[in-house]
């Protein structure tokens, strides 16, 4: 189920899938000024189809920043919309504007050091052996090590190897994701679940060095929340409650 993959120039073949795939980039965006300038440059020297940057609420100046980049590469559309917060929210919002049969998320505070990201993530899919690819690097964040991965052994051990399986850079194929299931917070853990769930072939891929951002134990707490909180909703929904129950006496 997961393999380790690396990234592989196009080949002429590779060009031509390139060619009847459709690529769309959601970029969920929240109070991002500092870093949004070169995520997007970044982007915008991808080749993808669309940018969808989806933003509801920022009081800096992102969406300024997003608007100016629009303006020089009509590929970039800027979406605004006041209702539910979160991460989760935002990109379920992006994804009733992508037209792709291919998406790709990312978040706006990676930095800009990091290269070709998208193509990274969803050559493999073009490749036609992965349904997901999740993004691999080494960075160790503490909801992920002693939260998502415990729990991912405990019920989903295919899963449990995944190097990143709370980030929120991936690509996936678009009848993969489920928009009306998307929670409006952290919603991570449940898009790789019910990507999983309907039988997505899912791979994860090195992308480099991402810039470290530390949050306050408060935010930390609240993030970790909403992940137990939409595990959990899975393992009802999966059946898998007592199943797990068993494996872990
Ligand atoms: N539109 C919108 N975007 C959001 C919201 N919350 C977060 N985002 C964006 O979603 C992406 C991921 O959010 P982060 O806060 O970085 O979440 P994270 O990467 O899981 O957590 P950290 O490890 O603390 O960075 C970023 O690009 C944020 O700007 C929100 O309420 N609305
Ligand atoms: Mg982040």
């Given at each position: 189920m997961l393999k380790h993959i690396q990234f592989v120039n196009f080949s002429m073949d590779r060009r031509k899938l390139r060619k009847s795939n459709k690529i769309s980039l959601v970029l969920p965006v929240l109070n991002e000024a500092r870093t949004l300038p070169a995520v997007l440059e970044m982007v915008s020297h991808s080749d993808l189809d669309e940018i969808i940057v989806s933003d509801?609420?920022?009081?800096?100046?992102s969406i300024k920043i997003a608007m100016k980049f629009a303006q020089k590469d009509n590929r970039i559309k800027v979406t605004m919309w006041s209702g539910e917060q979160g991460s989760g929210a935002a990109r379920r919002n992006g994804i009733k504007h992508a037209k792709g049969n291919v998406l790709v998320f990312l978040d706006?505070?990676?930095?800009?050091?990091?290269?070709?990201v998208p193509e990274k993530l969803y050559t493999p899919i073009l490749g036609g052996k992965f349904d997901m690819v999740m993004a691999s690097f080494n960075n160790e964040g503490r909801i992920t090590e002693l939260m998502a991965k415990p729990l991912l052994s405990i019920f989903f051990p295919k899963l449990?190897?995944?190097?990143?399986?709370?980030?929120?850079l991936f690509a996936i194929k678009?009848?993969?994701?489920?928009p009306e299931k998307?929670?409006?917070?952290?919603a991570m853990i449940g898009i790789l679940l019910d990507a999983y769930n309907h039988g997505a072939r899912i791979g994860e891929v090195e992308i480099g060095q991402l810039e470290h951002c530390s949050r306050d134990m408060s935010m930390k707490r609240q993030r970790a929340e909403q992940t137990g909180r939409y595990f959990m909703k899975r393992l009802f929904e999966f059946n898998k409650l007592d199943k797990g129950l068993k494996l872990m006496n």
């Open positions: 509801n609420g920022s009081t800096d100046n706006a505070d990676i930095g800009g050091s990091l290269k070709k449990a190897g995944l190097k990143q399986p709370l980030s929120g678009h009848e993969f994701v489920f998307i929670d409006d917070g952290n």
